[in-house]
């Protein structure tokens, strides 16, 4: 698989941070595993995702551990590849705190998927990196990519054709070494998070005109100034809800989402003065 590229990744095609950190704590347990065997089924018995052992023993912690385990060199090498390939353009247009919490809640939202629906100990990336996947696909769904550096596609429907394989792998396999289920809930958790992530601002947007509306049938008026910063705040507030539902909440710049904050607060707190 290769991407169809004329330019470098970020600044002097250096690593983002994220993907940095991540490459690096992945290859350092590695290396781990593979220099101490006695380490190995350590770290294998207390931190690779085993469900029964996170329902029965509450050990909640192997939701995330389980992703910096490998059980192999082409394992972990494949994962890393895919997840600098497809995540450092992300890192960068995103940043690196939304794009570690996208990585995260995939990854988590894949763990939960197989702590739910399959009874086999898990150890592995994938579930984050197909999340990953998935949100390259959303973000350049024409963009070029190389099966076996010899075949073109464009990445959005290689990935429709492998979320829908990995559900009839998962749907008619029997017990096998790929977790199906993984890589299909990091997928499924990745795209419903990027499409309707943003929610919560739609929903308290709307709750700040329902107050609004309220008070101005009870004859309840702010001061002029007051007026005028609210309805600076109620469109920029709009606004930007309506370029959320455009292109998805991850997709606004630092400033916009501070805004967005912003916005929504001074909003909040404007409605909560005028209701004592």
Same mark, same amino acid.
């Not at 570690?100 to 739910?116: E, V």
């Given at each position: 698989?290769?991407?169809?590229?004329?330019?470098?990744?970020?600044?002097?095609?250096?690593?983002?941070?994220?993907?940095?950190?991540?490459?690096?704590?992945?290859?350092?347990?590695?290396?781990?595993?593979?220099?101490?065997?006695?380490?190995?089924?350590?770290?294998?018995?207390?931190?690779?995702?085993?469900?029964?052992?996170?329902?029965?023993?509450?050990?909640?912690?192997?939701?995330?551990?389980?992703?910096?385990?490998?059980?192999?060199?082409?394992?972990?090498?494949?994962?890393?590849?895919?997840?600098?390939?497809?995540?450092?353009?992300?890192?960068?247009?995103?940043?690196?705190?939304?794009?570690?919490?996208?990585?995260?809640?995939?990854?988590?939202?894949?763990?939960?998927?197989?702590?739910?629906?399959?009874?086999?100990?898990?150890?592995?990336?994938?579930?984050?990196?197909?999340?990953?996947?998935?949100?390259?696909?959303?973000?350049?769904?024409?963009?070029?990519?190389?099966? /076996?550096?010899?075949?073109? !596609?464009?990445?959005?429907?290689?990935? +429709?054709?492998? =979320? %829908?394989?990995?559900? #009839?792998?998962?749907?008619?396999?029997?017990?096998?070494?790929?977790?199906?289920?993984?890589?299909?809930?990091?997928?499924?958790?990745?795209?419903?998070?990027?499409?309707?992530?943003?929610?919560?601002?739609?929903?308290?947007?709307?709750?700040?005109?329902?107050?609004?509306?309220?008070?101005?049938?009870?004859?309840?008026?702010?001061?002029?100034?007051?007026?005028?910063?609210?309805? /600076?705040?109620?469109?920029? !507030?709009?606004?930007?809800?309506?370029? +959320?539902?455009? =292109? %998805?909440?991850?997709? #606004?710049?630092?400033?916009?989402?501070?805004?967005?904050?912003?916005?929504?607060?001074?909003?909040?707190?404007?409605?909560?003065?005028?209701?004592?």
């Amino acid at each position: 698989m290769y991407q169809n590229r004329s330019y470098g990744f970020g600044p002097g095609g250096a690593i983002p941070p994220a993907i940095k950190n991540l490459l690096f704590i992945n290859g350092v347990v590695f290396l781990m595993q593979l220099l101490n065997p006695g380490l190995d089924f350590f770290i294998r018995q207390n931190f690779a995702l085993v469900p029964a052992q996170v329902f029965s023993s509450f050990k909640i912690w192997q939701l995330v551990t389980y992703l910096f385990v490998h059980g192999g060199f082409m394992h972990i090498l494949f994962n890393m590849f895919i997840l600098w390939m497809f995540g450092t353009e992300l890192e960068y247009e995103w940043g690196t705190r939304e794009f570690l919490k996208f990585y995260f809640i995939s990854g988590i939202g894949a763990g939960l998927f197989i702590a739910l629906l399959s009874p086999y100990p898990t150890i592995g990336a994938s579930g984050a990196i197909y999340g990953v996947m998935v949100a390259y696909a959303l973000r350049y769904p024409d963009r070029m990519i190389y099966i /076996y550096f010899l075949f073109p !596609v464009k990445i959005k429907y290689f990935m +429709i054709f492998l =979320v %829908g394989f990995q559900f #009839l792998m998962f749907v008619g396999s029997t017990a096998s070494t790929i977790s199906h289920v993984a890589h299909l809930g990091g997928a499924v958790v990745g795209y419903v998070y990027l499409k309707y992530g943003h929610l919560s601002y739609k929903i308290k947007s709307q709750l700040s005109g329902l107050f609004t509306s309220t008070k101005s049938g009870s004859h309840m008026h702010y001061t002029k100034g007051g007026d005028k910063k609210t309805e /600076y705040y109620r469109k920029v !507030v709009d606004d930007l809800l309506d370029k +959320i539902n455009k =292109v %998805g909440y991850l997709n #606004l710049t630092e400033e916009e989402k501070q805004m967005l904050e912003e916005g929504s607060r001074y909003l909040r707190e404007h409605d909560d003065e005028n209701l004592n």
